[in-house]
């Protein structure tokens, strides 16, 4: 058997695993990540909606301390819930776009809507079609050895939320360098 393949059938995303534990339900986002089209799409817009929301009682430094809570937060979620699942990087996680859009949106904002829009294009472009280093890094983590490496699911966490890191990274790349040359 590979060494990144299970001995038993993946668990399959659903309400009742999703509510099982405080990981999942973080993992999962809340509940987007069930979205039985594009969970990476559903997971991003809440991510929108949830900014949109909390946008009048937040302030930069509030965004930042939220940003980076998240990051680790996911890391452990997505981590968990990998394990619980059986899966390297299932896509009804999506703890990981959540966060990285939050970074988008912090950081192109006071952006209206149209300009969120276009962040929001270029997020899912990055992370769905995985040009250069988003295929890095998202690749980075794919060959561990979860039979002999007690930090593997560790590792499989990290690796589910840096190539939305990195997405976010060329996403903003983007968005920069189209400010610089207007």
């Not at 817009?45 to 301390?65: E, G, H, I, S």
């Not at 079609?129 to 980075?140: H, S």
């Not at 060959?143 to 590792?155: C, E, M, V």
């Amino acid at each position: 058997m590979p060494q990144n393949e299970f001995p038993t059938a993946p668990q399959q995303p659903s309400a009742r695993f999703m509510l099982d534990r405080p990981a999942h339900f973080v993992a999962m986002g809340f509940g987007s990540g069930l979205s039985p089209i594009a969970p990476g799409t559903a997971g991003t817009l809440w991510a929108w909606l949830a900014f949109w929301v909390l946008q009048p009682w937040m302030n930069d430094t509030r965004w930042a301390w939220l940003i980076a809570a998240s990051l680790p937060l996911g890391w452990w979620a997505c981590s968990v819930t990998a394990k619980n699942m059986r899966v390297l990087d299932p896509s009804s996680v999506v703890w990981d776009e959540i966060a990285a859009f939050w970074l988008v949106l912090w950081l192109v904002t006071p952006a209206g809507f149209w300009g969120q829009l276009v962040a929001f294009g270029l997020f899912r472009f990055f992370d769905a079609v995985k040009p250069g280093p988003v295929a890095w890094a998202d690749q980075m983590f794919h060959d561990i050895d979860l039979a002999n490496d007690p930090g593997a699911w560790r590792k499989a966490g990290f690796g589910i939320m840096l190539d939305d890191l990195v997405a976010a990274g060329c996403a903003l790349f983007v968005i920069a360098g189209w400010r610089f040359f207007q």
